[in-house]
């Protein structure tokens, strides 16, 4: 079964603070993906990565970075966190460049920022 | 633009049939897909369609293109309440297959 896992589903933190997200796929995928979902505003893409130390940004990466140093894990980095980033997480993979392009999206991780 | 437009919220009644409507604006597209999010959880892939289908069926859903008007629809038969839950639309296209996705449409059943 595929599965994607995200290291937390709760986080609280204080402004200015670093905070790691982590997120680990057992399918090999290629692709994954960095998104924040907020209410009213739906899923919106942070960045994504198709390979290994490749990243692209989504439509929103200001305040944040990413690192992807394995194929399995990508990583969230809110160098400096405001609490206009408290949001719902949610990290997906996909395969590339076959197969249908659908997402497989992990639990989230609900980030709090006090 | 590339927005994916679906109407917020629906209410329907148990045992009812429940349709869901998306508009997506890239005639490119590839793909367009249905998720479901269950309270505190991610998406979970329900179906998807190719683009040059006109109608998918699989058990209770029926998932309807159509392509001239770039409107998707998903059909729910026989509506439970394990059925409330947010439902996106989203479309793909493009070789790492970004997909955009709807603001999601939060189907309550109510029985």
Not at chain 1, 74 to 97: D, G, H, K, R, V
Not at chain 2, 21 to 49: H, R, V
Request: glycine residues 8%; hydrophobic residues 30%.
């Amino acid at each position: 079964d595929v599965k994607v896992t995200q290291s937390s589903r709760y986080l609280v933190k204080r402004t200015g603070e670093k905070v790691f997200l982590e997120c680990v796929q057992d399918m090999d995928h290629e692709n994954m993906f960095w998104y924040r979902q907020d209410p009213g505003l739906g899923l919106r893409l942070i960045y994504f990565s198709y390979d290994v130390k490749m990243k692209e940004k989504g439509d929103i990466p200001e305040g944040y970075s990413v690192s992807r140093e394995k194929k399995e894990r990508f990583s969230l980095i809110l160098e400096s966190a405001s609490t206009n980033q408290t949001s719902m997480y949610l990290c997906a993979s996909s395969l590339m460049p076959s197969g249908s392009g659908e997402q497989f999206f992990g639990p989230g991780t609900r980030l709090t920022v006090l | 633009g590339e927005d994916v437009e679906q109407s917020l919220f629906l209410s329907v009644r148990e045992g009812d049939s429940s349709v869901i409507n998306c508009t997506y604006t890239d005639s490119s597209s590839t793909y367009l897909y249905w998720y479901k999010q269950e309270p505190g959880a991610g998406l979970q892939l329900l179906t998807y369609i190719f683009s040059n289908m006109d109608m998918k069926q699989d058990q209770r859903l029926t998932v309807l293109l159509n392509k001239k008007d770039k409107h998707l629809s998903l059909r729910i038969a026989d509506t439970q309440t394990g059925d409330s839950a947010i439902y996106f639309c989203a479309e793909g296209r493009g070789s790492n297959y970004k997909l955009t996705f709807g603001k999601g449409t939060l189907l309550t059943v109510n029985p």
